[in-house]
């Protein structure tokens, strides 16, 4: 099993970046997909997540309306897309699957940094 997030980087306030998670052995499209995040000296949060079909997503209050989670089954791979970057989203980001049926089961990336500073 693996989860490889890319597109992290240096980015100014105001700018955007795209995030991807490439899925490999499980079947991704029985697995709820969720970003989340950890900035320096906090606790890791849910950023977004988005159901198996990619019919239904949910984001924290923070980035609505700033950040939009997708995912295509057909490519095993889900996506960030970040717009109007703040500082305060400077964090490693990391992927998660959790399987559908079985909650207990649920696997992680090793994460991408994303810095916003001007």
């Known amino acids: 099993v693996q989860l490889v997030e890319s597109g992290g980087g240096l980015v100014q306030p105001g700018g955007s970046l795209r995030l991807s998670c490439a899925a490999s052995g499980f079947i991704f499209s029985s697995y709820v997909m969720s970003w989340y995040r950890q900035a320096p000296g906090k606790e890791r949060e849910l950023v977004a997540n988005i159901n198996s079909s990619g019919g239904s997503t949910n984001y924290a209050d923070s980035v609505k309306g700033r950040f939009t989670i997708s995912r295509d089954n057909a490519k095993n791979t889900v996506y960030l897309q970040m717009n109007s970057l703040k500082p305060e989203d400077t964090a490693v980001y990391y992927c998660?699957?959790?399987?559908?049926?079985?909650?207990?089961?649920?696997?992680w990336g090793k994460g991408t940094l994303v810095t916003v500073s001007s």
């Open positions: 998660q699957a959790r399987n559908i049926l079985n909650r207990n089961i649920s696997y």
